[in-house]
């Protein structure tokens, strides 16, 4: 399985930050030229019917070498990173039977991955690491889990001895950004259902996620000279304080996990004129998640009320659901995957994803797709980290679930 490790290096020396400000598809043009690069890949390994469209997006087969009806089903992962942090000239570093210690990972910035920080760390003594230099995120989310599927398919193929049905290969674009599904061709796919290689350390195993939406709230004011501002001026950075002082300050991302919700105040801009706040609402329950967003227009009454008509503008949009309700009536697909977790020696961690993938998505368009873990860490930074075995028994479980679907 060491190709594995050698792909995924590889693989984060491309930028392909995804950029939500932009109207392209794909948004960056540093997707596209992984994409062609993975496109040439499948091919030279064998996989069959590979196709890259111009949006960015790539299918692949490996056909079945068994008569039986054995289900078809895929992977899925994709090809963007964060836009939260660097993606350019990624520099992984290679922390062998790591100590326990604190890692420097750039010693002329003092930027240190620490177990005081970082806890889990422990669980790895004696374990080879890959980290960052500390001047970019590393890329495991989801380059881990695009190498891990390749992986998986070149083994199969070098090993037509073991059996197995169609399973289909998909990479997407901008996962990063909420557009990873916007595009994908789920007819065209061929799949029954699918499982996203999205995951975080090794066990997770995934089939609830959030409800999702954004709002935008802009606040107008009116600006005129502080001398003579007396009952003219409206301020309208302070009314956007009052806006964030009337959500409850314990709902937020810093304050919340397991099922507990939030309201996420991503980014706010502004001067005295007028003043835009950006922000994400999350809720596994969906009457919990409307009541969030109701609150959020209440809010906007009560202050257009206090100062005027169109003080306040608010534009709210859901971006995903849910899966739990389409994965539930077909609820061996996560079973199968604990039982092959449990067969390769890795300890399956059933819990809910605090956000979305694309897998949320393709659920509602009928493909059903619970989420695997790739075994990374601190991803969207510089302190992001992946123990190399974890991703060696990604490929595992992935190869182990393709053999108990053989059998069925």
């Known amino acids: 399985m060491a190709n594995v490790v050698e792909r995924f290096i590889k693989y984060v020396q491309y930028d392909t930050r995804s950029d939500e400000e932009s109207n392209t598809v794909p948004t960056t043009k540093g ?4 994409a062609e690069v993975i496109a040439d890949e499948l091919k030279e390994i064998g996989l069959t019917d590979v196709i890259l469209d111009e949006k960015g997006y790539i299918y692949a087969t490996l056909p079945a070498n068994i008569k039986s009806e054995a289900p078809t089903f895929g992977f899925i992962a994709h090809l963007d990173t964060s836009p939260d942090m660097s993606g350019t000239k990624v520099n992984p570093q290679i922390v062998e039977n790591y100590n326990g210690e604190d890692i420097i990972l750039n010693k002329e910035k003092n ?3 620490s177990p005081k920080d970082f806890p889990e760390l422990k669980d790895y003594i004696g374990v080879t690491l890959i980290t960052t230099d500390g001047t970019t995120l ?24 073991l059996p197995h049905g169609t399973i289909k290969i998909g990479f997407t674009p901008d996962e990063e950004v909420g557009r990873g599904a916007d595009y994908f061709d789920v007819k065209g796919f061929g ?12 066990g997770e195993l995934e089939y609830e996620n959030f409800n999702a939406a954004a709002a935008k709230i802009v606040i107008n004011g009116r600006n005129v000279h502080p001398g003579t501002a007396k009952n003219k001026m409206v301020n309208s950075i302070l009314i956007a304080n009052q806006y964030i002082s009337l959500l409850p300050e314990n709902e937020t991302p810093a304050h919340t996990d397991g099922y507990e919700g939030f309201y996420h105040l991503n980014n706010m801009s502004g001067d005295v004129e007028q003043t835009t706040l950006h922000y994400i609402i999350r809720d596994f329950d969906k009457i919990l998640f409307e009541q969030r967003k109701e609150k959020m227009q209440r809010i906007a009454e009560t202050l257009n009320e206090k100062y005027g008509e169109n003080t306040i503008t608010i534009a709210m949009e859901d971006q995903y659901f849910n899966m739990k309700e389409k994965i539930e009536p077909v609820k061996y697909t996560v079973d199968t995957v604990a039982q092959a977790m449990e067969e390769v020696g890795v300890k399956p961690i059933i819990k809910p994803i605090r956000g979305g993938t694309d897998g949320a998505r393709l659920s509602y368009m009928g ?3 619970p989420n695997i873990f790739t075994g990374g860490h601190n991803y969207h930074g510089k302190y992001e980290y992946i123990p190399t075995f974890a991703m060696e028994k990604a490929v595992e479980v992935i ?3 393709v053999e108990l679907y053989s059998k069925k």
């Open 399 to 401: 190869l182990k679930i």
């Open 31 to 34: 997707q596209l030229v992984l």
């Open 138 to 161: 590393l890329g495991a989310d989801d380059k881990a889990g695009v190498a891990e599927i390749i992986t998986a398919m070149e083994y199969l193929i070098q090993h037509p001895e």
């Open 367 to 369: 493909l059903p797709t």
């Open 111 to 113: 930027i240190i991955l």
């Open 191 to 202: 799949a029954e259902f699918a499982y996203t290689v999205d995951g975080g350390p090794i």
